[in-house]
Protein backbone atom coordinates (compact mmCIF):
# COMPACT_ATOMS: atom_id res chain seq x y z
CA UNK A 1 0.00 0.00 0.00
CA UNK A 2 0.96 3.43 -1.14
CA UNK A 3 1.91 6.02 1.72
CA UNK A 4 -0.33 9.15 1.59
CA UNK A 5 1.89 12.23 0.40
CA UNK A 6 2.13 15.26 2.52
CA UNK A 7 3.20 18.56 1.54
CA UNK A 8 2.40 22.56 2.34
CA UNK A 9 0.43 25.27 0.26
CA UNK A 10 0.26 28.44 2.05
CA UNK A 11 0.18 28.33 5.93
CA UNK A 12 -0.81 24.38 5.86
CA UNK A 13 0.39 21.24 5.66
CA UNK A 14 -2.09 18.78 3.76
CA UNK A 15 -1.82 14.68 3.28
CA UNK A 16 -3.19 12.94 0.15
CA UNK A 17 -4.86 9.64 0.10
CA UNK A 18 -3.06 7.42 -3.18
CA UNK A 19 -5.47 7.52 -5.91
CA UNK A 20 -6.65 4.05 -6.76
CA UNK A 21 -5.24 2.42 -9.75
CA UNK A 22 -8.47 3.18 -12.01
CA UNK A 23 -8.47 6.50 -10.81
CA UNK A 24 -4.97 6.98 -11.72
CA UNK A 25 -5.19 6.02 -15.03
CA UNK A 26 -8.38 8.25 -15.63
CA UNK A 27 -6.18 11.17 -14.17
CA UNK A 28 -3.48 10.66 -16.93
CA UNK A 29 -6.29 10.10 -19.71
CA UNK A 30 -7.16 13.80 -19.20
CA UNK A 31 -4.36 15.39 -18.47
CA UNK A 32 -2.17 13.61 -21.50
CA UNK A 33 -2.88 16.88 -22.96
CA UNK A 34 -0.55 18.92 -20.27
CA UNK A 35 1.76 16.40 -19.69
CA UNK A 36 2.54 15.96 -23.31
CA UNK A 37 2.95 19.69 -23.62
CA UNK A 38 5.17 19.87 -20.64
CA UNK A 39 7.59 17.09 -22.30
CA UNK A 40 8.07 19.01 -25.94
CA UNK A 41 9.07 22.06 -24.15
CA UNK A 42 10.97 20.32 -21.39
CA UNK A 43 12.93 18.57 -24.27
CA UNK A 44 14.21 22.49 -25.29
CA UNK A 45 15.83 22.41 -21.35
CA UNK A 46 14.46 25.77 -20.40
CA UNK A 47 12.36 25.11 -17.36
CA UNK A 48 10.64 28.75 -18.09
CA UNK A 49 9.73 27.55 -21.46
CA UNK A 50 7.26 25.29 -19.81
CA UNK A 51 4.99 27.41 -18.34
CA UNK A 52 3.95 28.55 -21.57
CA UNK A 53 2.85 25.32 -23.14
CA UNK A 54 1.21 24.23 -19.77
CA UNK A 55 -0.68 27.16 -19.44
CA UNK A 56 -2.21 26.48 -23.08
CA UNK A 57 -3.08 23.01 -22.67
CA UNK A 58 -5.01 23.53 -18.99
CA UNK A 59 -7.04 26.42 -21.09
CA UNK A 60 -7.80 24.50 -24.03
CA UNK A 61 -9.22 21.52 -21.73
CA UNK A 62 -12.45 20.88 -21.61
CA UNK A 63 -14.51 21.74 -18.17
CA UNK A 64 -15.44 18.66 -17.62
CA UNK A 65 -11.62 17.43 -17.84
CA UNK A 66 -10.75 20.34 -15.44
CA UNK A 67 -13.65 19.52 -13.19
CA UNK A 68 -12.59 15.56 -12.45
CA UNK A 69 -9.09 16.46 -12.27
CA UNK A 70 -9.78 18.89 -9.48
CA UNK A 71 -12.39 16.91 -8.08
CA UNK A 72 -10.53 13.18 -7.89
CA UNK A 73 -7.52 15.28 -6.59
CA UNK A 74 -9.14 17.38 -3.57
CA UNK A 75 -11.52 14.58 -2.83
CA UNK A 76 -8.93 12.51 -0.63
CA UNK A 77 -6.79 15.50 0.50
CA UNK A 78 -7.03 16.45 4.36
CA UNK A 79 -5.32 19.38 6.11
CA UNK A 80 -3.55 19.26 9.61
CA UNK A 81 -5.91 21.16 12.21
CA UNK A 82 -4.05 23.76 14.35
CA UNK A 83 -2.33 22.56 17.23
CA UNK A 84 -1.50 19.15 15.46
CA UNK A 85 -4.84 17.56 16.48
CA UNK A 86 -5.62 15.45 13.44
CA UNK A 87 -6.31 15.78 9.72
CA UNK A 88 -9.44 17.57 8.40
CA UNK A 89 -11.19 16.74 4.55
CA UNK A 90 -10.58 20.37 2.64
CA UNK A 91 -13.38 18.67 0.24
CA UNK A 92 -16.69 18.33 -0.50
CA UNK A 93 -17.08 15.76 -3.70
CA UNK A 94 -20.70 15.89 -3.88
CA UNK A 95 -20.87 19.71 -4.45
CA UNK A 96 -16.80 20.06 -5.98
CA UNK A 97 -16.50 22.68 -3.57
CA UNK A 98 -13.58 23.07 -0.85
CA UNK A 99 -15.00 22.66 3.05
CA UNK A 100 -12.64 25.63 4.10
CA UNK A 101 -13.88 28.86 2.92
CA UNK A 102 -10.19 30.34 2.88
CA UNK A 103 -9.36 28.04 0.66
CA UNK A 104 -8.85 30.31 -2.70
CA UNK A 105 -8.95 28.97 -5.83
CA UNK A 106 -5.05 29.45 -6.42
CA UNK A 107 -4.63 27.11 -3.67
CA UNK A 108 -7.03 24.40 -5.07
CA UNK A 109 -4.82 24.55 -8.36
CA UNK A 110 -1.76 24.52 -6.11
CA UNK A 111 -3.04 21.46 -3.94
CA UNK A 112 -4.46 19.62 -7.06
CA UNK A 113 -0.79 19.76 -8.85
CA UNK A 114 0.57 18.28 -5.40
CA UNK A 115 -1.43 15.49 -6.09
CA UNK A 116 -1.30 15.02 -9.51
CA UNK A 117 2.79 15.33 -9.12
CA UNK A 118 2.62 12.27 -6.34
CA UNK A 119 -0.08 10.04 -8.40
CA UNK A 120 1.17 10.59 -11.68
CA UNK A 121 4.87 10.95 -11.26
CA UNK A 122 5.55 7.55 -10.58
CA UNK A 123 3.11 6.19 -13.56
CA UNK A 124 5.79 8.58 -15.90
CA UNK A 125 8.78 6.94 -14.13
CA UNK A 126 7.36 3.50 -14.72
CA UNK A 127 6.54 4.41 -18.28
CA UNK A 128 10.20 5.66 -19.40
CA UNK A 129 11.25 2.83 -17.65
CA UNK A 130 9.58 0.16 -19.80
CA UNK A 131 10.03 2.17 -23.09
CA UNK A 132 13.87 2.04 -21.92
CA UNK A 133 13.74 -1.61 -21.36
CA UNK A 134 11.90 -2.35 -24.93
CA UNK A 135 14.13 -0.21 -26.66
CA UNK A 136 17.40 -1.98 -25.50
CA UNK A 137 16.07 -5.79 -26.28
Same mark, same amino acid.
Given at each position: ?? %?? *??? %??????????????????????? /??????? /? $????????????????? %???????? %? *??????? *??????? $????????????????? $??? &??????? #????? &?? *?????????? #???? /???????????
Amino acid at each position: MR %EP *AEF %EVGAYRYRSAPLSAMDQVHLVRR /LAPILTA /L $RKAAQSGDALAMIGPAV %EALGSMPD %E *AVDYVIN *ACMGGVT $RQKPGDTGWAKVWQPSV $RRP &IFDDLSG #FEVIS &IT *ANVVMAEVGP #FWAG /LASSLSAVSRA
